[in-house]
Nanobody
Framework: QVRLLESGGGSVQAGGSLRLSCAVS????????LGWLRQTTAEELEGVAA??????MYVDSVKGRFTISVDNVKKTLYLEMTNLKPEDSAMYYC?????????????????????RGQGTLVNVSS
């Protein structure tokens, strides 16, 4: 059974950086699809980034600013966020499709990330 636990959120000024971490247990590191989603109070869940064994993918709004990575030894997923903007403020969720061995192309990849952690809050002030 896959379990996810996020950490690393907080408050930062615009232009600052944060690194989110997600402890992932029970996934198969020979093939997987892991990702980050975010949600504001007023909007639907939005895909941010995803990673499979051989590639990564990002939504346009975070390309060049966010980096997703996974440490299969530590069983930890990361999201390095730089040049943060107020519109990045949201609850961030680590997520996976527990049955997937790879990630389908966007937008399907984010729709399939149905198993999520409890979230970690990011607040970016202007």
């Amino acid at each position: 059974q896959v379990r996810l636990l996020e950490s690393g959120g907080g408050s930062v000024q615009a232009g600052g950086s944060l690194r989110l971490s997600c402890a992932v247990s029970g996934y198969d590191d020979s093939g997987y699809c892991l990702g980050w989603l975010r949600q504001t109070t007023a909007e639907e869940l939005e895909g941010v980034a995803a990673i499979e064994k051989s590639s990564t993918m990002y939504v346009d709004s975070v390309k060049g600013r966010f980096t997703i990575s996974v440490d299969n030894v530590k069983k930890t997923l990361y999201l390095e966020m730089t040049n943060l903007k107020p519109e990045d403020s949201a609850m961030y969720y680590c997520a996976t499709d527990p049955d997937a061995k790879w990630c389908p192309p966007p937008p399907y990849v984010y729709r399939n990330l149905v198993l999520r952690g409890q979230g970690t809050l990011v607040n970016v002030s202007s």
